[in-house]
């Protein structure tokens, strides 16, 4: 990447680019992210993509960030709206699914979430920024028990994670059309018994 990227007209146009694939990236996958949808995508000439990002796989782990980083910040101003001490399972359910599975409910949403995970796997250059995320997700999960007036330590909400992507997962191999509710379910019943009084 050259100076001229570190102007202020080139920061704009690296950011729109990196947005553009962001989009891309939500709504097909990696394998969406192709220099020219980018491009087209933030409306720059298709040369930016190569001027602005030294590969492919640049572009796409900068993307991964900037969708991941804009869900946590989304996590984290609706924990700001929630009143602490709350104590209402089906709140905390709705905050856990919204960060573990993202704010989309449609089927198509989730599954993309999902094979965006596992795709990780074949991409080692993201694995350093995926563990970052997702120490920082776990953290926001544990505020959001906190604020909500639940304690949890880490081998418990390992175990609810689990629990909410071993029932997804299983959901969209028996092609569930509503996967977010059966883990909705799943994990308002496993909070229920851990949590609340019999």
Not at 128 to 138: C, F, Y
Not at 174 to 189: H, N, S, T, W, Y
Request: aromatic residues 6%.
């Amino acid at each position: 990447m050259t100076s001229a990227a570190s102007t202020p007209k080139g920061e704009r146009r690296r950011a729109a680019l990196v947005a553009a694939a962001a989009e891309l990236l939500a709504e097909g996958g990696f394998d969406a992210i192709r220099h020219r949808a980018v491009a087209e995508r933030a409306g720059l000439p298709l040369a930016s993509t190569t001027y602005y990002f030294d590969s492919l796989d640049e572009l796409v782990r900068a993307a991964t960030e900037h969708h991941g980083r804009a869900e946590l910040e989304a996590g984290r101003a609706k924990l700001a709206t929630l009143p602490a001490g709350n104590r209402r399972v089906d709140v905390l359910v709705e905050l856990v699914l919204d960060l573990l599975l993202g704010s989309d409910p449609h089927y198509e949403a989730i599954v993309l979430r999902y094979e965006r995970l596992v795709g990780t796997g074949r991409r080692p250059y993201l694995r350093p920024l995926m563990r970052r995320l997702a120490a920082e997700l776990r953290e926001l999960l544990k505020e959001s028990f906190a604020r909500s007036g639940f304690e949890i330590d880490d081998e418990r909400l390992e175990r609810l994670i689990a629990l909410v992507d071993g029932t997804v997962v299983n959901a969209l191999v028996e092609v569930d059309p509503d996967p977010r509710a059966v883990a909705a379910r799943v994990l308002g019943e496993a909070l229920r018994e851990e949590f609340e009084p019999t």
